[in-house]
């Protein structure tokens, strides 16, 4: 007897039970009782296909959607292109890659899908629009409009960055517009190590050298100090009026080399061309509040203490704030803010691409940010742009090209360009940079050393001080923009990803999930995701992924994952 194929690839199976071998193709991921492997029975929502037997509660329509029969179907009459649903579902199955029962895999449970359920935007999945408003401050901070604003008119803003980074807070101001009054605030409230960041050219052009090469920088953070500089014709250049004057003569632009004596008592910084998009840092972000106000870019810094000496954190910083009356931003915000109105892409290439699935159009993306190329695989006319199927990828050697069975991504690729064909409209974009969630390659094969030990994918990074997800999908929103996409279902399980898609012009107005075999080789892997990060894998799965696999693999304690 042939059996009913997955769309991605050879037939996703099944499990064995004493005298008959069941063959599943599902919506979403079904619930399961007891009963459902080995002597169980499946839901309604799903279909099975029996030894010697018909095909449950369903109807077998043939390629151009004429009903060929409904009810029992024999399994022998369902052939390569039958489209195979639920009575009175949406489509499931397709019969496309036939198997005989000899070639299954017992080990694997069927769970894939093909025209997947869509799930409309007012589930929980997507949250509020404020999650991922790009305009809407992190809870407890001001607008970036406002201390844009507070720049301009001269004033000081408390930028604070990542917890996971300093998690401090520094007092920024424009360098054009600092008054002795503003230093002496300043150094009052901060350490007194004053800060002026500034572009690489301005220095070069002042002839301020890096204090060590970037090769040599131990600084924990790699803030690039140069030599040291007071103003000439200031007295000790310690005051707060000799220091107003040094930080004025820097960011004018008619300064030369000979009006600094070195060193001296304010500190410039190189900043990094790209700003807070290349380095999440306050040298960065000071530089761009003040462009961004239409200033020279050139801004005064100094981090805030508390009263007893020690760095200030959140809420003190809160406190800081109201008590002054200062804007407190978040560099994370400041990031989002430029993410949405610069253009990060350029577009450099089209050809015609035929593929295993078919034929496609293949755009070439360069980062104006780093120089990495991203890759778009487009579909179909695009149009109007509305009610596109999207797919965004992240680049995955391991699994996408070497066929890892410790994750899923390779298969939802396959998946995905599948279901992009079979509707002959769609995008999937493929983000390269996003290996092992953003740590890079040489980092996942150490977390796969500890996943071995019995760390979960997310210990491992934690256990290696990486970020569990340092992903970022502006670059995939604006390649999506410059196709033409306006609204989108998207192909995903992350509910991460709508937030770092929406914003930029684009609307998600559906999900279609990409559901992935579970194997005893990325249980732990899928489990870690979807207990972890928040990954849904279905509209009906609320319990964890080991109430869906047959005893041989929930059993095996040792099984891998990435």
């Known amino acids: 007897m042939d059996a009913l194929g997955c769309l991605y690839g ?113 589930n929980k999945f997507f949250g509020s629009d404020n999650d991922v408003d790009l305009d809407c401050p992190s809870k407890g901070f001001c607008s970036i409009p406002d201390a844009i604003e507070a720049i301009r008119q001269g004033k000081l803003v408390i930028a604070v960055d990542d917890e996971d980074r300093e998690n401090e ?34 220095l070069n052009r002042l002839g301020l050298p890096l204090m060590v090469p970037d090769k040599e920088n131990e600084e924990k953070l790699l803030t690039a100090f140069t030599l040291t500089v007071d103003a000439q014709g200031t007295s000790t250049g310690v005051s707060a009026t000799d220091r107003a004057k040094t930080i004025l003569g820097l960011a004018s632009p008619d300064s030369k080399s000979d009006d600094f004596r070195r060193p001296g ?91 295993m699935w078919g034929p496609f159009q293949v755009y070439c993306y360069r980062s104006k940010l780093d120089g990495i190329e991203h890759v778009a695989m487009v579909k179909g006319n695009i149009g109007d742009g509305l009610d596109v199927l999207v797919r965004v990828h992240s680049e995955c050697l391991t699994g996408d090209i070497f066929g890892s069975a410790r994750c899923d991504c390779g298969n939802q690729l396959a998946l995905a360009m599948q279901q ?29 050393n500890l996943q071995d030990e019995g760390r ?35 192909m995903t399980n992350n509910p991460a990803k709508y937030g770092g898609l929406k914003g930029y012009g684009l609307k998600v107005v559906g999900r279609v999930p990409v559901v992935s075999p579970i194997t005893k080789e990325n249980k732990r892997y899928l489990e870690t995701k979807r207990s972890k990060m928040g990954h849904i894998y279905g509209a009906d799965l609320s319990g964890p992924l080991s109430t869906l696999l047959p005893s041989n693999v929930v059993d095996n304690g040792a099984s891998k994952s990435s």
């Open 10 to 122: 050879p037939a996703l199976k099944v499990a064995s039970a004493s005298e008959k071998t069941s063959f599943v193709v599902s919506s979403g991921l079904p619930s399961i009782d007891k009963r459902a492997l080995h002597k169980k029975n499946f839901k309604s929502t799903s279909l099975v296909l029996k030894k010697n037997a018909s095909v449950l509660r369903c109807r077998c329509m043939d390629r151009g959607g004429s009903l060929k029969k409904t009810g029992g179907v024999d399994a022998a009459g369902i052939q390569m292109g039958d489209l195979v649903t639920p009575n009175g579902a949406g489509v499931i199955g397709l019969a496309n890659n036939l198997v005989t029962p000899a070639e299954l895999d017992t080990d694997t449970v069927a769970l894939g899908t093909v025209a997947a359920e869509i799930t409309p935007e007012t």
């Open 169 to 202: 807070g520094d007092l920024i101001m424009a360098a054009s517009l600092v008054t002795p009054e503003a230093v002496a605030f300043i150094v009052k409230h901060g350490t007194g190590i004053v800060c002026v960041a500034m572009k690489e050219e301005d």
């Open 265 to 355: 008592h304010i500190f410039p910084l190189k900043y990094r061309e790209g700003g807070v998009l290349k380095r999440a840092g306050h040298t960065e972000a000071s530089v761009d509040l003040a462009t961004l106000a239409g200033l020279s870019p050139a801004a005064v810094l100094c981090e805030i203490v508390d009263d007893d000496g020690s760095m200030a954190r959140l809420p003190r910083l809160r406190e800081f704030a109201i008590e002054h009356n200062l804007p407190l931003i978040s560099i994370a915000d400041l990031v989002r803010y430029r993410r949405k109105r610069e253009k990060l892409v350029e577009r450099s290439a089209i050809a015609r691409m035929p593929t």
């Open 420 to 448: 992009i064909e079979k509707v002959g409209r769609g995008v999937l974009v493929y983000l390269r940079g996003h290996e092992g969630r953003g740590i890079g390659l040489g980092h996942k094969l150490r977390a796969y």
């Open 456 to 490: 979960d994918t997310v210990e491992a990074n934690v256990e290696l001080g990486l970020p569990v997800d340092s992903r970022e999908y502006g670059i995939g929103a604006q390649i999506l923009r410059d196709i033409g996409v306006r609204t989108m279902r998207l």
